[in-house]
T-cell receptor, first 113, second 113 residues
Framework: EAQVTQNPRYLITVTGKKLTVTCSQN?????MSWYRQDPGLGLRQIYY???????DKGDVPEGYKVSRKEKRNFPLILESPSPNQTSLYFC????????????FGPGTRLTVT | AQSVTQLDSQVPVFEEAPVELRCNYS??????LFWYVQYPNQGLQLLLK??????LVKGINGFEAEFNKSQTSFHLRKPSVHISDTAEYFC???????????FGSGTKLNVKP
């Protein structure tokens, strides 16, 4: 089944403790992206990747890191999480090359205390 | 900066009534436009997209949208809604030749029996 998977689905952590949210797609998509969803703000793009080793900032990249060492994986790293990073996070992928339909993962709900 | 405005945060409607969810965007250059639906506790799913050609776009589940370049709008419509259409709907924009996506703040559609 074609899908985007994220792990973990739920995470409660404390301020300053480094964490990684994994994202993997099995559709050989070139484009991958991370979003955060906050009430009343919709989805805001954090980082995106056009292909392996090619990443760029979205609208809200502060406090986040990403890497794209393999085509299928695009982990989101919070090196020193803070309470204002409490949010619902979505990973998405699309084929690229003129196809812009994004396929979304199920989401990761992160709480930083 | 680009922006996407969804004018209604909540839209209550009775079953079998028509509905229109409004979306306006700000951009002086060409755009690609999308509507996504999010059911409770799920990721986003593409309803329809406008890339080029006919300004009236048909999507899944009986939804359609019309691109109006002069009014920079992309309103979503359905002639007769069902209880199962209860969800949150997001309008999104991709600027031609740029790789970022911009989402609106969402409209919660509540279909009542």
């Amino acid at each position: 089944e074609a899908q985007v998977t994220q792990n973990p689905r739920y995470l409660i952590t404390v301020t300053g403790k480094k964490l990684t949210v994994t994202c993997s797609q099995n559709m050989n998509h070139e484009y991958m992206s991370w979003y955060r969803q906050d009430p009343g703000l919709g989805l805001r793009q954090i980082y995106y990747s056009m292909n392996v080793e090619v990443t760029d900032k979205g609208d809200v990249p502060e406090g986040y890191k990403v890497s794209r060492k393999e085509k299928r994986n695009f982990p989101l790293i919070l090196e020193s999480p803070s309470p204002n990073q409490t949010s619902l996070y979505f990973c998405a992928s699309s084929l690229g090359g003129g196809s812009y339909e994004q396929y979304f993962g199920p989401g990761t709900r992160l709480t930083v205390t | 900066a680009q922006s996407v405005t969804q004018l209604d945060s909540q839209v209550p409607v009775f079953e079998e009534a028509p509905v229109e969810l409004r979306c306006n965007y700000s951009s002086s250059v060409s755009v690609y436009l999308f509507w996504y639906v999010q059911y409770p506790n799920q990721g986003l799913q593409l309803l329809l997209k406008y890339l080029s050609g006919s300004t009236l776009v048909k999507g899944i589940n009986g939804f359609e949208a019309e691109f109006n370049k002069s009014q920079t709008s992309f309103h979503l419509r359905k002639p007769s809604v069902h209880i199962s259409d209860t969800a949150e709907y997001f309008c999104a924009v991709k600027i031609y030749n740029f790789n970022k996506f911009y989402f609106g703040s969402g409209t919660k559609l509540n279909v009542k029996p």
